[in-house]
Every structure is written in C-alpha cells, then in structure tokens.
C-alpha cells in the first residue's frame, strides 16, 4: 500500500523469494534471478523508472504485483525506482529529457520511456547485484532456497578452510555440517590449542568444559618394535642404550592423550553424554576433527552431587547402568562425582 515506506533491496530480494515459490509450486515458469543473462521477461523483477521531477519519497515509487497472462508468460513483478536510472528525480540526464518523457506519457507514447527502461531495467538489476555480492547472508539464504550450492562461493570457501571443502567430505558425521561451519574460526586457525577447543564444545554443548592435557596412558608395542637382544645368531633391534633400547612390551606416554571434563552437570545433562546418548559421539566427532588423527582423548564426566541417584535394581523408568549410574550411598554425597570415562573411536 505505501511502495515509498520500503526498502529497495529488502523489496527485491522479497519479490525473488515470491518468484520463485511460485515457479515451484508450477503458477509461473522458472524465474531467474535479477542481473544475469536472461530475458527481463522471465526475471523475478521488471524495474522502471520513475516518471517524475518532484523530490521522491523513497527508493520505491510503485509496485506491481506480478499479474498473469492468458497467452504467454506471465508479467514479472515491475518497481518503479526513484533511486537510480538515467531519468526521474535522481536521473543522471538533464532534466529536459525527464520533462519530455513527462509529456510523451501525457499523449499516450510509450516508446521513448520503453526504449530508456531496457537501461533502467540492467542498471537497477547490478545495482542490486552489487550490493548482493558481498553480504554473504544473502547468497546463503539464496543457495538454501534454490539447493544450487554452487551460487554461495563464500560458504564453499569456509567449507574449504575447515578441511570439507568437497561434497564427498560432507554429511557424514553426526554433528551438523552447518554447526561446523559456525565454528570454522576455530578449525580454521592453526595452531590449534586447547583453550580454543574448551570454549568450543563449552559453546555447542552449553556445559562446562575443561580440557585436561598430559594424560598418561600405556602404549603397546608390536613385537617387531620391541628391543631384543642378538641371540641364536639374531641381530637383535632397538637395543642401542640410551637410544632406541626398551624394556618390555610397553611405554608410558603422557604426550599424545588428553581428556575432556565435562561438569558439574545436573542428571539429565549427565546422561546425554553416556555412550547411549546422543551427545557422546557429537562430542568425540567434533573433537576429532579438531584435533586430527594424532591425539587420543577421552571424555570424564562430573555429576553434581546432590543430582547422584539412589541404586535402585527394580527400577524400569531408569534402570541403574553398572560404571555409568550406580553408585553404592547409604546417605547423600558430599562431594561431585566424576568415575565415569569413556573412550569413543571415531
């Protein structure tokens, strides 16, 4: 009802989205988008100048809904655009040629303002484009509606940046692509630390997270790494002292393992996080490809004391997990607990 209260480019962009909602749902053919290499009849806007010397009250003078015909393709949305064009209250030719065009529309001559509305038509359409081209919302929002994934070059270069920069790459873990993608910052930027992966998964998971690195764990040996020395006319291996020399089939490694606490966290929280829980292997998955294949981890997980539950054998609503909900209390605890660790591969 009031053109002249709305802005240009929310205006076009909403007039893309009505085109082509109504090319899927088969009431026009396929509209195309505004400043690409189609015909002005089958774009999602028809822009024309505004006929006018007086000063405009906005970028949008008028608009006319699309309207069908009973031969041929229906007539796209037209704008009539105070903004810019080469005539009208911000034209860029002198205003004697506003003036004739003026009196040409009086006595029903439509050939002059046709003829100048083929250049209005392409300078409104890049001047969208242009303001389109950097805001990157936009081609995401455009690239969702139409599935056209190659129209968001933006997106596919951050995809690009976090290590799934093919469509093969994509879709296979738990986590949604697109949670990933929020967070490329972080996966983006190396070196990667812990600091950074806490205040990740603290953000995606909305619990406290610690990361606790240097985490002891024995490594075993394949017999062919272990030292031996020369026997039976064996050479032996790995038996140079204070080199490659080992005594037995395994080592302590504090390096290469880290572990993430998650807690205080109240039940419910608590038991998403168990290996029947969803929220488990979204968490090991985005672990992973932060940190890449050299590390192990594993996940701790701290219960709020007075959250612990009652063991209780009979119980078919919750049943009592032996080494995930079942502690032995004669009164309440004092104290978080946190035994329960687990080790999710991925």
Request: negative net charge; proline residues 8%; hydrophobic residues 40%.
């Amino acid at each position: 009802e009031e053109p002249s209260r709305f802005d240009f480019f929310q205006a076009v962009r909403l007039l893309e989205w009505l085109a082509r909602d109504q090319a899927r749902a088969g009431a026009r053919p396929t509209a195309y988008a505004v400043g690409e290499d189609h015909a002005p009849a089958h774009e999602a806007v028809r822009f024309r100048a505004e006929p006018a010397l007086g000063f405009p009250a906005g970028a949008i003078a008028d608009l006319t809904p699309p309207a069908a015909e009973p031969e041929g393709p229906p007539h796209p949305a037209e704008l009539r655009v105070a903004a810019v064009g080469l005539t009208g209250p911000s034209g860029v030719l002198p205003a004697h040629y506003t003036a004739l065009l003026i009196e040409r529309l009086r006595a029903k001559d439509f050939t002059l303002r046709d003829f100048l509305d083929l250049f209005h038509h392409r300078t409104a359409s890049l001047f969208y484009r242009a303001w389109e081209k950097y805001r990157f919302p936009i081609a995401y929002e455009r690239t969702e509606r139409t599935g056209q994934p190659e129209e968001d070059r933006f997106t596919q270069a951050l995809y690009a940046l976090i290590g799934l920069g093919t469509p093969g790459l994509r879709g296979r873990l738990s986590v949604d692509d697109e949670a990933v993608l929020f967070y490329g910052g972080y996966y983006a930027h190396w070196p990667r630390n812990a600091q950074s992966l806490q205040r990740l998964l603290a953000d995606y998971f909305e619990v406290p997270v610690e990361v606790r690195q240097f985490q002891g764990a024995w490594l075993y040996l394949a017999e062919e790494d272990q030292s031996s020395l020369p026997a039976g006319g064996r050479p032996g291996r790995n038996h140079c002292l204070g080199r490659t020399l080992l005594a037995g089939s395994r080592v302590w490694d504090v390096e290469n393992r880290f572990r993430i606490r998650l807690g205080p966290l109240g039940y419910r929280e608590f038991c998403r996080f168990l290996p029947s829980g969803e929220a488990l292997r979204e968490l090991a998955e985005m672990t992973r490809l932060y940190v890449g294949p050299q590390f192990d981890f594993d996940v701790q997980l701290v219960l709020r004391a007075e959250e612990v539950p009652w063991c209780r054998l009979g119980d078919r609503a919750d049943p009592p997990r032996l080494g995930w909900t079942t502690w032995l209390r004669a009164q309440d605890f004092t104290h978080d607990v946190d035994d329960p660790v687990f080790t999710v591969e991925v």
